[in-house]
């Protein structure tokens, strides 16, 4: 720095140009360093967004199974409306939406192709205790779960605990039923899979029932009846 006849102070050319130099070193060197860190940065969290997502999704699917009720068709029909497959199931539920009136509604959790791929998405539709079995259920308001590359299949134990690949036409509903997750690109199990016990075993007239034999509980004579005697029974007693 000199200073000039007037006596003020200013930078010469030489030192501008030294300053711009170093500015520039200084900001390739930034440069590079950003390059290097920030694409892991990226991955971790996309990582971290991606298990937070599954651990959301678990937690909903596992909620949504547990509060499945012991509701059937009709009376003449004692078995509860609960189908299940390896990748898809329906049953009912009370229902869970605050826009939607209280009361019973079906749910169907299966995978679905769309443009981004194949999604694990949950529908819903009203449950109406006089439709006819027959009737095809249309679901609406589907809600995405869960996106590749994670995948959720479905198994079911009832009271024998041996686990099985699907539920379907049977007189009472799983004891558990246990939610594994995928990679679909190894294809093996992560340790996020976790496994929830349906709360409700029995139709609601066995509740108020005094008749504990009707209802699979012991009686006096520590006499129980299996599954299929207690919805039939249940459903005979409906007004």
């Known amino acids: ?60 699917l596992a909620g949504d199974v547990a509060a499945a009720e012991f509701v059937t068709r009709s009376r003449d029909n004692p078995r509860p409306l609960f189908e299940g497959s390896e990748f898809a199931l329906t049953f009912v539920r009370a229902t869970l939406s605050p826009n939607v009136r209280s009361g019973l509604e079906f749910v169907q959790i299966s995978e679905i192709a769309d443009r981004v791929g194949t999604a694990l998405v949950r529908m819903r539709t009203q449950f109406v205790p006089a439709a006819n079995a027959s009737d095809p259920l249309l679901f609406a308001d589907p809600v995405v779960l869960l996106r590749a590359p994670y995948r959720v299949t479905f198994a079911y134990a009832g009271s024998d605990r041996i686990w099985k690949n699907s539920w379907s036409q049977a007189r009472e509903l799983p004891s ?28 609601a007239a066995c509740v108020k029932s005094k008749d504990d034999r009707r209802c699979g509980r012991p009686g006096p004579e520590g006499s129980s009846n299996d599954g299929a005697d207690v919805a039939a029974n249940a459903a005979s007693r409906r007004p």
Do not use: Y
């Not at 500015?23 to 694409?39: H, N, R």
């Not at 558990?176 to 139709?203: C, F, G, K, M, Y």
């Open 1 to 60: 720095m000199k200073r000039s006849v007037q006596g003020i102070a200013g930078f010469t050319l030489v030192e501008v140009l030294a300053a711009t130099v170093l500015m520039g070193v200084v900001l390739a060197a930034l440069v590079i360093v950003t390059s290097m860190w920030l694409p892991n940065w990226n991955r971790g969290f996309a990582r971290a967004q991606r298990a937070e997502l599954l651990n959301l999704a678990l937690d909903r």
């Open 176 to 203: 558990a039923v246990r939610l594994t997750v995928r990679d679909t690109l190894s294809e093996r199990p992560l340790s996020i899979s976790t496994a929830t016990l349906i709360h409700n075993q029995i139709p």
